[in-house]
């Protein structure tokens, strides 16, 4: 029990080291990723673009209004009818109001499919979101277990050189033999590169943790452990819930419905056209009759039907390609339903397996405590090498690593099976 209170020392002093520098939780770099990360802003600005794509496709439904104004500068030349009284200027102002009455249902199609649009805008924001949820939870978890075998590795460096440093008195009181020492030596000379490896490896998994969620500070430390948290999750249950919240599986609902107006539009060409206009104009008398009013207005009314006929089979082509992609919407819905439903399965049985493997490694790291500890006991009543020694330290390390990293699997096992679920952000 000794070794493990001097393991969690060590990591209690990297949480103090850790007080001259920012220190965020996970809910902090939650925050900040969502708030920061390029995807989360690039599916933020889709979705403006499908409230502006929507306000478009309104007023295809509404009335157009426009007003003109003309105006003319006559020579007044040319003319037989030209005289000293005639008007070199003409003005004239015309507004126009026109309103589709029927156009087979494209408009009220194009308004569906802007809906369409942006609700898959907002399930691919929530998509994006989900990821990198589930990616800060990754790298969070990475950064503990990087620092846990930080600390691992630099107990056993510490236990070897005091063992090294007693081998060496020993030795000098000859007490010892001269491959005591020098096995202390080579032990402790071999276990140093792994403690340089473990503070690389810590500090490469905290930079691109910096990356993942645009943190300005170049120095930071996290706070949190590895710890072991029970998760009563129901694979039965979460197979259903999947179905209903998984962003992509949304998304791709509103593809199907997005491809399935686009059809309707399509068939929508086969259809005739019938727009209401009026036109009213104010004008000044025509410039070469002088007799006539200062301003005069007219206003006219018109109904039009348009019906294409025949169009060489342009419409036939578009209906028959907005229905081939309508099927493939559908197909990739169905597909994706499958690889959903296996991505839960593998996360829970990753879950499971990592519960396992918490459960005989921390039994194997209480063995291998109590085995150093009966091989150092022995060692100093010369009853043993310190070849036995080191190689019941390095089993111990080798069972520290392994419990330290099944609880980082199991911590990422929950977060898969969430992020598979849909329920990631719940």
Not at 141 to 150: D, E, G, K, P, Y
Not at 196 to 219: P, S, T, Y
Not at 368 to 377: D, V
Request: charged share 25%.
């Amino acid at each position: 029990m000794k070794c493990r209170t001097q393991l969690f020392g060590l990591l209690a002093l990297l949480a103090l080291q850790a007080q001259a520098e920012s220190v965020y939780t996970l809910d902090d770099c939650i925050r900040i990723g969502l708030k920061r990360a390029v995807p989360v802003q690039n599916a933020a600005r889709d979705q403006e673009i499908a409230e502006a794509t929507m306000k478009k496709a309104r007023s295809g439904a509404l009335p157009q209004i426009n007003l003109s104004a003309t105006y003319t500068r006559n020579d007044g030349t040319g003319s037989s009818f030209v005289t000293n009284d005639v008007l070199r200027d003409s003005y004239s102002a015309t507004a126009s109001v026109s309103q589709k009455i029927y156009d087979g249902g494209k408009v009220f199609s194009a308004i569906r499919a802007a809906g369409a649009y942006r609700g898959l805008t907002a399930e691919a924001r929530a998509q994006q979101e989900a990821a990198l949820v589930r990616n800060i939870h990754f790298g969070f978890n990475r950064i503990l277990l990087a620092q846990s075998t930080v600390a691992v590795q630099e107990a056993s460096v510490q236990q070897l050189e005091d063992f090294a440093d007693q081998a060496k008195q020993k030795y000098d009181a000859g007490t010892a033999s001269e491959f005591d020492r020098l096995t202390a030596q080579v032990r402790l000379a071999n276990e140093k590169p792994k403690f340089i490896e473990a503070r690389n490896a810590l500090a490469i998994a905290k930079e691109a943790f910096r990356n993942l969620i645009v943190l300005d500070e170049k120095e930071f430390q996290i706070d949190g452990q590895l710890d072991y948290q029970p998760a009563d999750l129901d694979p039965v249950t979460l197979q259903s819930t999947a179905v209903a919240s998984r962003p992509e599986l949304l998304v791709q609902e509103n593809t199907i419905a997005l491809r399935r107006e686009d059809l309707n539009s399509a068939w929508g060409g086969y259809k005739p056209t019938v727009t209401a206009s009026a036109y009213y104009t104010r004008e000044n008398p025509d410039r070469y009759d002088s007799t006539r009013d200062q301003w005069e207005n007219h206003w006219q009314a018109d109904v039009t039907a348009a019906w294409k006929l025949f169009d060489g089979g342009s419409r036939r082509g578009e209906v028959l390609t907005k229905g081939l992609e309508l099927a493939k919407a559908q197909a990739d819905r169905d597909n994706l339903l499958r690889a959903v439903s296996l991505e839960v399965t593998q996360a829970w049985l990753d879950l499971t397996a990592a519960r396992e493997t918490i459960a005989g490694a921390t039994e194997t790291v209480t063995l291998a405590e109590k085995a150093l500890e009966i091989a150092k006991t022995r060692y100093d009543a010369g009853l043993s090498t310190y070849l036995e020694f080191t190689d019941s330290n390095l089993s111990l390390n080798t069972a520290r690593l392994t419990w330290f990293q099944a609880l980082e699997k199991h911590r990422n096992a929950v977060t898969q099976l969430k992020y598979a679920a849909g329920i990631l952000g719940e």
